[in-house]
């Protein structure tokens, strides 16, 4: 099974490149699986675009762009998406994702289940109560009005 990693989305407040790369590759080695993970940003130098740490693919989001449109382009082009596991937690790029047969973990599931003995499984997305829209509208600001 491939996991494809919206890595700026996994890593921690202050945790830098490296240091999830270095968690990425010893889940990778643990379960036996394959892992790219696509960043925001430009590329470093120590891990060029399209290099290999440790097993781990690494990719950046094409200049004017971000990861997410990386994603949904590696999503596009894979043979193995019904077997395709995307690690993120945009909802909106979640959405596109399932949409387009691959299965979608949060962040924190796949965190959660970095343990080499658990299977990491699709997480499903909760429903925004129709009583609470207005409030996450009026917090995000966006005008109900709006459409």
């Known amino acids: 099974m491939p996991y494809l990693v919206d890595g700026n989305n996994l890593m921690f407040r202050n945790q ?11 889940i990778a080695a643990a379960r036996k699986i394959r ?3 696509v960043f925001d940003g430009a590329p470093e ?8 740490f440790k097993s781990v ?3 950046y989001s094409k200049f004017g762009s971000n990861a997410d449109e990386r994603i949904k382009n590696f999503v596009e082009a894979s043979k193995e998406r019904r077997t395709l596991f995307v690690v993120t937690d945009d909802r909106q790029l979640a959405d596109y994702i399932r949409k387009s047969g691959a299965k979608v973990t949060a962040c924190s599931e796949f965190r959660a289940r970095m343990n080499p003995s658990e299977t990491i ?3 499903k997305p909760t429903a925004i109560k129709q009583d609470e829209l207005g409030e996450w509208m009026r917090y995000f600001g966006v005008d109900e009005s709006d459409e």
């Open 57 to 59: 693919k690494v990719f």
């Open 16 to 26: 830098t490149r490296r240091e999830l790369l270095d968690e990425l590759a010893a």
């Open 45 to 52: 130098n120590n891990f060029p675009d399209g290099s290999t």
């Open 121 to 123: 499984r699709e997480t």
């Open 35 to 37: 892992v790219t993970v």
